[in-house]
């Protein structure tokens, strides 16, 4: 810090000054010395990369050297002009050292100390110019990879550029460090140099752009490398093609349109079909799509009546496709029932790792006692094997499958041009992914696609249901009370709505008559599907639970109420005693409805039924409500009333 005449502030530090000068050299001196490590990586990988992507990668290396350069000179100039600033701050410092001295002489002379002493004339009082440091901003070109239309092909050696990608990370590292200095210098000297007219944003802006774009460029080349290798690129294959859209979603998926995806998907190579399964971004993409718009792309890819193809009823593409992203295509909305089918069949390996791996651990952890050990969860997790290894045979159609959200959607039946019946089929409260495993809910939709020609049933449950216990997948009692949640029916009744709009797009099931069957809680989900839009010909309730207070009938639906004296008709005429309506639904009941026609049937053993008060009748009442819902001789009445209903 220095002082100006009469005490003023001259703030200008040389140090400060000197720090800046050496980091602004010290950068452009690096960024001189990558050049040629630069320019031979980037030449190595355009030597076998041809293409739209080959195209881009040459002009950005042309933008890169450019801003390079540019950089170099700004740095330069920013150095001379700090050295030019700091000589004349020294140029000011022997003024005002003068000038103070001739001071202190005059002053001495005054007072009779410098008798017969020349002090000599004033030093010129007039300040030194202010310098000014200042840089335009450094002029750096767009990095752009991907441009125009994604039809064509490109190729390349994967390994020539991963390589490339290396030497460029290895650069950007050192200019990352070097250009932190720069920036901690530039802030010192603006802080400890305000005798200088400074501005120095364009230096930290210029820096801060080029490492942004050579990061970009970094992760863009290994995106594009990563996608070659996938299909089938590197070692002794060395160059290999695949197309410009798969590029385009593995650097840059949201910019394809859903138009634009849909038809590159549908002319994808094998290669390209390789390279998807290690690119998520167009899944989501996917999955965001109106159904009707999956199911027309999906029918446009059929092959021709009477073609042999490698899997019945599929084309080439389309094997391929469900054969790179079984997951995502077994669960996509708009997929006719038979492609999603094939796609979680084709999953099953995957899910059988995952469910024998569990089990795995399951039975590890009872070697540490009961205290570690669930054994309905290791009985649940043999089941499921037991389950994955009928799909896997073709003996289990899963129409959907996710087993760490609870979601299972069993086809069954084959749809096809006979189709003439479809029912959705939804359990029950306490329904767990177990009792699918075991087949305790596919009984009255077996039943009926057997007993009545041209059905198929699709036995639903997407998501965790009330009272479902979260790993054993059996009930757990103390969640009862989320069967009577009206915010959770309306959850799953939107979602139940969405199924049904997704289904339906099937050419061979959205002709056919539509038949809502709901057991207990399974009954609300379905009435609430009908509150978020959802239609169906007919409403089956097999002891069905009750609707959300905004739920009506559509006047062009049959509905019916089929039930046994049970522990939910029971409780269906309990009265709260502060709202005076029921207990359950707020007395919303189909039973107490007079849309549904009204089916009751005598249980087997209602004869041993008095004043509902003991353990025995307790279970009497819980084995009726779960009568209605089986396909036991005990319950032929109701069964073949819900056969006449369906075929009506």
């Known amino acids: 810090m220095l002082y100006l005449f009469d005490g003023v502030f001259m703030e200008f530090d040389a140090h400060a000054a000197d720090r800046l000068i050496a980091a602004c050299r010290d950068v452009a001196r690096t960024l001189q010395d990558q050049r040629g490590g630069r320019e031979s990586a980037s030449t190595a990988a355009l030597t076998e990369f041809r293409g739209m992507f080959a195209d881009c990668f040459r002009e950005n290396v042309a933008s890169e050297r450019a801003a390079r350069s540019e950089l170099v000179n700004m740095l330069e100039d920013v150095a001379r002009q700090v050295q030019d600033a700091k000589n004349a701050a020294e140029v000011e410092q022997r003024r005002l050292d003068d000038l103070t001295e001739w001071a202190l002489a005059s002053g001495w002379a005054r007072a009779g100390g410098g008798f017969g002493v020349d002090v000599g004339p004033r030093p010129s009082t007039a300040e030194t110019d202010r310098p000014v440091v200042s840089v335009e901003t450094a002029r750096q070109g767009l990095r752009v990879w991907a441009s125009g239309s994604p039809a064509g092909a490109s190729s390349a050696d994967p390994d020539t550029l991963d390589s490339a990608v290396s030497t460029f990370r290895i650069h950007d590292d050192s200019d990352r460090a070097s250009a ?58 060395g160059q290999i093609t695949v197309s410009n859209g798969v590029l385009v979603l593995a650097t840059a998926p949201m910019t394809l349109s859903d138009s634009a995806l849909l038809g590159y998907l549908s002319t994808a190579s094998e290669a390209d079909v390789k390279a998807l399964s290690t690119i998520p971004g167009w899944q989501q993409t996917l999955r965001g799509m109106d159904p009707s718009k999956i199911g027309a792309w999906w029918a446009g890819m059929n092959p021709p009546a009477g073609t042999a193809t490698a899997v019945a009823g599929f084309s080439r593409v389309q094997e391929l496709l469900l054969t790179a992203a079984p997951a995502v295509f077994g669960a996509l909305d708009g997929m006719p029932a038979l492609a999603r089918v094939r796609a979680n069949q084709l999953n099953v390996p995957s899910l059988l790792r995952a469910a024998e791996n569990d089990l795995e651990s399951a039975r590890k952890l009872s ?41 299972i959607v069993e086809m069954i039946g084959t749809p096809g041009s006979d189709t003439r019946h479809v029912i959705t089929y939804v359990p029950g409260t306490f329904t767990g992914m177990d009792i699918f495993y075991t087949g305790g809910v596919q009984q009255v939709s077996s039943y009926l696609r057997s007993e009545v020609p041209g059905t198929v049933a699709f036995v639903y449950k997407d998501g965790r249901f009330p009272g479902e216990e979260n790993t054993a997948g059996g009930p757990n009692l103390a969640r009862i009370g989320e069967a009577n949640d009206e915010k959770l029916a309306r959850t799953s009744g939107q979602q139940l709505a969405s199924f049904e709009a997704g289904m339906r797009t099937d050419p061979y099931l959205k002709g056919a008559e539509q038949t809502g069957i709901g057991h207990s809680w399974g009954l609300a989900n379905l009435t609430s599907s009908e509150v978020a ?76 039924l008095r004043a509902i008060n003991t353990v025995e009748e307790g279970n009497i009442l819980m084995e009726n409500h779960n009568l209605i819902a089986s396909d036991s001789e005990d319950n032929d009445k109701a069964l073949r009333y819900m056969k006449k209903l369906v075929n009506q």
């Open 533 to 608: 839009g959802a239609r169906y010909d007919k409403v089956i309730s097999l002891a069905g639970a009750g609707m959300l207070p905004d739920w009506k009938p559509q006047p062009t639906t049959q509905y019916s109420n089929l039930y046994y004296y049970d522990l939910l008709i029971h409780g269906q005429g309990v009265i709260n005693p502060v709202t005076k309506k029921g207990v359950v639904w707020e007395g919303n009941n189909p039973i107490h409805r007079d849309e549904f026609e009204q089916h009751y049937y005598r249980g087997p053993h209602d004869d041993q």
């Open 180 to 237: 932190d200095k720069v920036s901690a210098a530039v802030s010192d000297f603006e802080e400890k140099c305000s005798w200088v007219h400074s501005d120095l944003h364009a230096v930290r802006g210029g820096l801060r752009r080029f490492l942004e774009d050579n990061h970009q460029d970094a992760s863009r080349l290994s995106d594009i490398a990563s996608t070659f290798r996938a299909a089938g690129g590197s070692g002794d294959v």
């Open 367 to 407: 070697e540490f006692g009961q205290s570690h050990h669930d054994p309905n969860r290791t009985k649940m997790l043999e089941n499921e094997v037991a389950y994955l290894n009928l799909v896997k045979a073709g003996d289990v159609q899963l129409y959907l499958y996710d087993r760490d959200r609870s979601r």
